[in-house]
């Protein structure tokens, strides 16, 4: 099995190492991170071995009583693929190690697609990452507006899209620390970053968005008008979405009105952090007006990223080269129908 290395036990971090030390065909090597707090202990708790990013964080590691099996170098000397999950002023220096030792490296969504050449979207453009050594998981928004609208493509409905994205002010961990307070900040650019970030996997997407950053922290969610090719049916379109493994329908006359009851649900199902892979799609809410499609959805900005990651392992490395086979072994092993 291929070995794999976590560099950055954050939200995304601890989220990727769990998904991977769940996967049949692929071996968690390590984490390795600064901090040596109650989240790097967690993952002492459940067995992963501890490599330190600095002697300095091996030496307060060590004062809490946490062993270090090494530092970063000697993580990256043993392993086959790191999965960099830092914050992006670090992974940028991070990308210029990994190049130099040859070795195969996935970014996520906060850094640019020049970074690596090529962006990642699982349902999209899996095939295109095979054996490649480098790929970038585009960000939540991205992955969401990804996955609906190539359903969409897929079934030959699509003409071109235009989103409004309400984005969640922070991570829910780090809301003593910041984000915003009674009122919404508008970016000021359309298309907002994460329309032409799509573009960086599909060139041929017609998108255009603009986002809100609003004051709550669970999730965001967007609106979507999209311009179909032909005139359809709901059926039509529902049809197309259910061919994407990664949305769920969901029902807004059975109590599911906003973001928090669907975390609540997710929380029912004992997923992990109440953790929402899938795109939350209303199936009631959504309309369609001759050639125009109205739909509304939610992200998890912490979780939908995640069978994205691993099927990005999968295909660097080449273990499955198959991306449908890839994607319905994460999705078994992470609890998606």
């Not at 002492?44 to 300095?56: D, H, L, P, R």
């Not at 970038?136 to 409905?157: F, G, M």
């Not at 259910?242 to 969901?250: A, D, E, F, N, V």
């Not at 799609?281 to 995640?306: C, P, R, S, T």
């Amino acid at each position: 099995m291929k070995k794999i290395a976590v560099v950055g036990y954050g939200v995304i971090g601890k989220r990727v190492a769990d998904a991977i030390n769940v996967q049949e065909d692929m071996n968690l090597f390590g984490v390795c991170d600064v901090i040596s707090d109650w989240r790097i202990q967690t993952a002492v708790k459940k067995g992963y071995t501890i490599f330190a990013a600095t002697s300095e964080a091996k030496e307060k590691m060590g004062s809490v009583g946490i062993q270090a099996a090494g530092l970063f170098q000697d993580l990256l000397n043993k392993v086959d693929l790191v999965v960099d999950c830092t914050p992006k002023n670090i992974a940028a220096g991070n990308v210029e190690t990994y190049k130099k030792q040859g070795l195969k490296f996935i970014v996520q969504g906060g850094e640019k697609h020049e970074t690596t050449g090529h962006s990642f979207s699982a349902e999209n453009n899996y095939e295109s990452a095979i054996d490649l050594d480098a790929t970038r998981v585009v960000s939540c928004n991205t992955t969401s507006i990804l996955r609906t609208l190539t359903a969409l493509k897929r079934a030959n409905l699509l003409d071109y899209a235009r989103g409004t994205l309400l984005r969640r002010a922070t991570d829910p961990w780090e809301s003593h620390l910041g984000g915003i307070m009674n009122t919404m900040v508008p970016e000021r650019d359309i298309p907002s970053h994460q329309g032409p970030d799509a573009q960086s996997v599909d060139p041929d997407l017609d998108v255009i968005t603009s986002a809100v950053k609003v004051p709550e922290t669970l999730s965001h969610m967007h609106y979507w008008n999209v311009k179909l090719k032909k005139k359809a049916t709901k059926e039509e379109v529902l049809d197309a979405f259910k061919t994407s493994s990664r949305i769920k329908l969901i029902h807004y006359d059975q109590g599911l009105v906003s973001n928090n009851t669907i975390k609540e649900m997710y929380l029912d199902m004992g997923r992990p952090w109440g953790d929402m892979y899938e795109v939350a799609l209303w199936e009631d809410m959504l309309k369609v007006v001759g050639d125009e499609l109205f739909y509304a959805y939610v992200v998890d900005n912490q979780a939908i990223v995640i069978p994205e990651t691993i099927d990005a392992i999968r295909a660097l490395t080449g273990i499955e080269r198959d991306g449908h086979t890839s994607i319905a072994k994460t999705n078994k092993s992470l609890g998606i129908n």
